[in-house]
């Protein structure tokens, strides 16, 4: 028998996602939690391996369990109860046993925050890059545009990411949207790379700034080397807004 969870965590304190000897993550203290509730081991897979940093509003995770607890309700209070404050379960409930949160993912929606403003803000440090400066934010938008669609995204994943059997994705959006100092990035596509999204959003800004055109970025694509980028956005900026499937995976 298997659980699905929907999870938001502030990811500041964490060695994000996944099991890491250095330090908590949010699998760690969503496995103990569970353990404790179900009096059982239990390992939890996620939809994605957020980075140390990063954000979820909308993480998808998986758990099976040896019995399927009568009031879920309840399970989940008592989970949250056990967990950091900084980590919640929003959602509990049965899902048949051959679903995979990862593989079974269809798309991935994340958003990247940058503070717009000569200070900084003390309720966005944690969740937004604070950059004050020129951005030319229509040529940050041409530069979005550039990366809708399949692409080859070699060039823009970290230089230590584990070996992938492709490195090409689909991008069904990608676009920035302003809301008062807050510039917003959202993308959505299929999976991504080991820091994509953050640095798309590096090579952006040098776009704003006039570094690059926004017109380079097809000629990027193409040439497959992580050092024609720019660099690797702060990852406090980054949330891993939702996960989408086909259609739920019922019990």
Same mark, same amino acid.
């Given at each position: 028998? %298997?659980?699905?969870?929907?999870? %938001? $965590?502030?990811?500041?304190?964490? =060695?994000?996602?996944?099991?890491?000897?250095?330090?908590?993550? *949010? %699998?760690?203290?969503?496995?103990?939690? !569970?353990?404790?509730? &179900?009096? =059982?081991?239990?390992?939890?897979?996620?939809?994605?391996?957020?980075?140390?940093?990063?954000?979820?509003?909308?993480?998808?995770?998986?758990?099976?369990?040896?019995?399927?607890?009568?009031?879920?309700?309840?399970?989940?209070?008592?989970?949250?109860? &056990?967990?950091?404050?900084? *980590?919640?379960?929003?959602? *509990?409930?049965?899902?048949?046993?051959?679903?995979?949160?990862?593989?079974?993912?269809?798309?991935?929606? $994340?958003?990247?925050?940058?503070?717009?403003?000569?200070?900084?803000?003390?309720?966005?440090?944690? $969740?937004?890059?604070? &950059?004050?400066?020129?951005?030319?934010?229509? /040529?940050?938008?041409?530069?979005?545009?550039?990366?809708?669609?399949?692409?080859?995204?070699?060039?823009?994943?970290?230089?230590?990411?584990?070996?992938?059997?492709?490195?090409?994705?689909?991008?069904?959006?990608?676009?920035?949207?302003?809301?008062?100092?807050?510039?917003? $990035?959202? *993308?959505?596509?299929?999976?991504?790379?080991?820091?994509?999204?953050?640095?798309?959003?590096?090579?952006?800004?040098?776009?704003?700034?006039? %570094?690059?055109?926004?017109?380079?970025?097809?000629? !990027?694509? /193409?040439?497959?080397?992580?050092?024609?980028?720019?660099?690797?956005?702060?990852?406090?900026?980054?949330? !891993?807004?939702?996960?989408?499937?086909?259609?739920?995976?019922?019990?």
């Amino acid at each position: 028998m %298997q659980l699905r969870l929907v999870v %938001q $965590y502030d990811g500041t304190a964490f =060695e994000g996602w996944q099991l890491q000897p250095r330090g908590p993550t *949010i %699998q760690g203290e969503l496995e103990r939690a !569970l353990a404790v509730v &179900l009096r =059982e081991a239990v390992r939890v897979r996620g939809a994605g391996r957020t980075d140390a940093g990063v954000h979820a509003a909308g993480q998808v995770a998986a758990v099976r369990v040896a019995r399927l607890p009568a009031d879920l309700d309840r399970l989940r209070t008592s989970v949250n109860a &056990l967990l950091p404050e900084t *980590i919640v379960v929003t959602e *509990i409930e049965p899902v048949a046993d051959a679903f995979d949160p990862r593989r079974d993912a269809r798309r991935r929606c $994340y958003a990247y925050r940058i503070w717009r403003a000569p200070a900084p803000s003390p309720f966005w440090r944690r $969740y937004a890059w604070h &950059l004050w400066g020129p951005l030319d934010v229509d /040529a940050m938008q041409a530069g979005a545009a550039a990366v809708v669609g399949e692409h080859d995204f070699r060039a823009l994943r970290a230089r230590d990411a584990e070996p992938v059997r492709s490195t090409v994705r689909h991008v069904y959006e990608s676009r920035f949207e302003t809301r008062g100092a807050l510039l917003v $990035y959202r *993308i959505e596509a299929n999976a991504f790379l080991k820091h994509m999204v953050r640095t798309l959003m590096g090579t952006f800004v040098e776009i704003g700034r006039g %570094q690059r055109s926004a017109a380079s970025v097809p000629a !990027l694509l /193409a040439t497959g080397d992580r050092r024609e980028a720019g660099a690797t956005a702060p990852a406090h900026g980054l949330v !891993l807004e939702s996960v989408r499937y086909d259609e739920p995976s019922s019990a």
